[in-house]
């Protein structure tokens, strides 16, 4: 989106161009008066502010306008409120100049991101990055500051100079016309306008103006777009406008973060790469993104082949974290061919499972819009499509309308991010060793709700007591129902706190029972051991019994789940296993590791 209206956009001749000057191109006389001087007097006030007052900066005056202040150029030090003043004399009545400012301080600490390499139209500028200098930041990493203005400021020198003078250079590198330059410079005008929310002149900017947190954080916001983009785009007010359309939607980023914009946009967040990256498209600058870190066709369709369909080369691994054991499991064909392991002692166990001759009973889950049970495939389910957005996939559980999202990192297999997670994996599975695709996706799962299921014409049931109430029930009940041959001499119950202690191999086993509402809204009575270790009593599967009438049956209840919480120190991958035959790779990797051992 540009701006088309030059009328709503210029404010006035003077901010935009030169003003004065003389029509008479002749220094001569022709009345035979007083020949014209041949020196002239110049002065120029102002002000340095970069998040207020910037005291003791050297301030020069580029006349030659090499972005650099030279030792034969005049120059002054802005005093304790960042004011300055420098006077010289010269032959020329009207020099055209750049004001620099230079100052020693702290550096910054650097959050620069990387580029959003996406598919940049083909009528790029052709500029070396390095002539137009607006790469750079303010603060550099050796603590030098650095800011520039135009001349037609009256001597202002601040953050929003510094940007029209960037956006200038590049386009004084480019050969950009005279007339062009005012154009853009008036458009630019208007954008940061919109962009900071002020009115008037936008390079008119107070030290008090320059600390408001409002102010700050905005311009580390359009600071962090311009890495994003660079100089990759034709229109070098590209950035200006992308910064104009979105800064609403970043400032709400910023605020659901909870965090401050300057830690969020260190994070370099993949939200903010998504919503630029998707309204340079929709502002058609580009055509199709190809970020590094955002999931293209050919990235989502390795997921679809190996992580998704079942008749495909399955190509997963998850390790739970060191307090679990460090348990694995790699798919590596089929979906029912798996190699399961786990650390114990620092010694690496593990084998294969092989399902393929087995026979796997189908589930049907409990569908709460059509209000009966359902398996995939049946005739009057149909479930919604897949859909991609960003580098999230949207579904359903099988068979219901509970949303399942997954969240999917992409990685460069040999980038440093992927080897720095290799490198707090556990040190006995060598995974640093193993040369990766080119390619590794992490996932992360969030299930909307509860979802129940139970095997599809099969599934266990026992009789409920002849009271057939679920609020009678008692921890005896209960007890009598599940060890009727251990009932009562192996058992011990305690009413209090619906407990079952269990002596039946000599070790006693320690079980808890409740009520709760099955996603049928149904009565379901829970069972769980609780005499587990601390480290594995948040991970023990509940044994769940549906009551319906005068029977319980037996079901699976897997409970809502967001990636950010229990699952979240996990590591789940997965990748293309035939790219150089990776999965037979990592299957003999594991296989020599266990044997070694």
Known sequence: MRLTHLSSLLLGTCLLSACGGSNNDSDTPTDGGTPPPTSFDHSVVGTVVYQGAVAGAEVCVDLNQNASCDSDEPSAIADGEGKYQIDWSSDI???????????????????????????????????????????????????VGKLVALQEHGGEINPMTHLEYQRVARMRAAGTTSLDIVTQRGLLAALLLTIYDRDGNPYKLSAEQSLAPEFIDIYRLHRHLEALIGEQLSDVLAVDDIMSITRDQLKTLVEESGMSTEDYLASDPMAVRFLVNNALIAEEYIETPIDAKIMSDADWQVINNHFLEDDQLHSNFTLAPATLR???????????????????????????FDDRDGTDTPEECWNKELKHWVIEGDKDYQPPEIKYENNTLQTVYSGTSVPITIEFTKYSGTGEEWQAILSTTPPALKLAELNWPSQVYRYRGKQADDVMCRVRGEFATWPMPSHQDPELLTTADVARLFWPAFYPDDVVVDEENKTIKLNITGEVTTYQWSLSTSPSDEPVLRMKQIDLPAAYAEFVSVDNYLIQGDKLIEVSIYEATDYSGKFGDYLSISFDGNEDNFNQRFYKHLEAIVKGQ
Request: no cysteine; glycine share 8%; hydrophobic share 40%.
């Open 93 to 143: 009545e009207m020099p055209v100049y750049d004001l620099i400012a230079n100052w020693q301080q702290a550096a910054e600490a650097s959050s620069k991101p990387a580029l959003l390499k996406a598919a940049f139209r083909a009528d790029a500028l052709n500029v070396n990055a390095s002539k137009s200098d607006s790469n750079q930041g303010v603060i550099s990493m050796e603590g």
């Open 326 to 352: 460090s348990l694995f499991t790699l798919t590596y064909g089929t979906p029912d061919l798996t190699f399961v392991g786990s650390i114990v002692e620092g010694k690496v166990n593990g084998r294969v």
